[in-house]
């Protein structure tokens, strides 16, 4: 019962992670301004941090290094919409 | 145990793109779309630039503005982007179709921009839009920043045009106003058309330096994709090489960073960053 109870709720988890990337890849759609676009991206990127500490929390799996896995990951996909959205610009 | 793995990663990438359909169909434009672009700011920076450079300040006439009104809607409507339209159309033929008699006239292009402010520096980056901005022969400005569908994606076209007017050329000379107790008939000389020599039309143009800008404008884009492209690859295979030889250590979800990583460059490349013209 403990066990089916788990899987429900990692179920439950990789649901909210997989809804989440789709309702923001929608928004990214349905915006054509490039700030808007970057603050969704940052807005997942998040997000994502925060999915990392549940369910690795949840899972008994969290540690420092993981965590601080989840932020880099974060922080490379900032960086990168920065740059890839004009925020910031090499001139 | 590799191929289960293997089916429920393609399951979430199946889910993620399905309910993403399903939302885009039915969810239509429920952002709408908007830039930060406005045409107060756009004269604001426009003029700053020129005051910096020792110029006097433009001056919006409607007529400029209801011609760069006329060229963004042309745009628009036979779906290109250039100074000169597929039916022949030159910017010049919008500045007199509004009214504006010029002697000097000029125009300058952009597309795909959110702020006032990297329109201006766009333009003031590109050599030969720089040379409208900060030409001494223009007194007066018009813009149009109008939002639509261009060659099948929505976007914000801004269109600046400059001018000179012929009419400015007529001196009006009146008499200042005094009272009189006993006001006789005084002849009021009126505005008089004076015969100056006028210099021949000249045309300002801004094509040439097209590829130039495109390339320094989309340098960020493509350094983000090709580091986003790299890091990919590489948590890739390293995902890969972990999997195959069957590594245990503690980390996090791989395939969902990759993920991540994959709806950034995503969206990178389905981005387009400001172009001038």
Redesign the interface.
């Known amino acids: 019962m403990k066990k089916k109870s788990h899987s429900l709720v990692v179920f439950i988890q990789y649901s909210v992670l997989v809804i989440s990337m789709s309702v923001a890849s929608l928004f990214f759609q349905k915006t054509a301004d490039n700030f808007s676009r970057f603050y969704i991206l940052v807005g997942l990127s998040l997000l994502y941090i925060l999915w990392g500490i549940w369910h690795h929390g949840y899972t008994e799996r969290l540690d420092k290094l993981v965590l601080f896995e989840y932020s880099l990951v974060s922080a490379i996909v900032i960086l990168l919409s920065a740059l890839g959205l004009g925020i910031i610009r090499f001139f | 145990m590799l191929h289960k793995t293997l089916i429920t990663y393609v399951f ?1 990438i199946i ?2 793109l399905f ?2 359909f399903i ?2 169909l039915k ?1 239509p ?3 709408g ?4 672009v406005k045409v107060s700011d756009l004269l604001t920076y426009t003029n700053a630039l020129r005051e910096k450079n020792g110029l006097s300040d433009l001056t919006l006439n409607d007529e400029l503005s209801k011609a760069a009104k006329a060229k963004a809607a042309d745009m628009f409507k036979d779906d290109y982007w250039a100074h000169t339209s597929p039916s022949g159309k030159e910017p010049w033929d919008f500045i007199t179709g509004s009214g504006y008699d010029y002697i000097f006239a000029g125009e300058n292009l952009a597309v ?1 921009f ?2 006032s402010k ?1 329109v201006v520096d766009a333009w003031n ?1 590109s050599p030969s839009h720089r040379d409208n901005l900060l030409s001494s022969k223009y007194d007066e400005i018009g813009f149009a920043v109008v939002d639509g569908e261009l060659q099948g ?4 076209l801004i269109v600046q045009m400059f001018g000179y007017q012929r009419q400015q050329n007529t001196v009006a000379a009146l008499p200042p106003a005094v009272k009189k107790e006993n006001p006789k008939p005084v002849e009021v000389p009126v505005a008089v058309p004076v015969d100056v020599p006028v210099p021949a039309v000249e045309v300002v143009p801004v094509i040439g330096s097209v590829l130039s800008t495109m390339s ?2 989309n ?3 493509y ?3 090709i ?2 492209i790299f ?1 990919t690859a590489f948590i890739s295979l390293d995902w890969f090489y972990v999997k195959r030889t069957g590594n245990l250590r ?4 791989t395939f ?2 990759i ?3 994959l ?6 490349w ?2 387009n ?2 172009l001038v013209l």
């Open positions: 979430f889910s993620i309910i993403n939302l885009v969810v434009d429920i952002l779309y908007a830039t930060d795909d959110s702020r990297d980056n994606r929505k976007t914000t320094v404008m340098a960020s884009r350094i983000a994709l580091l986003g890091i503690i980390s996090g979800n969902f960073h993920l991540l990583l709806l950034a460059i995503l969206g990178i389905y981005t960053i400001g």
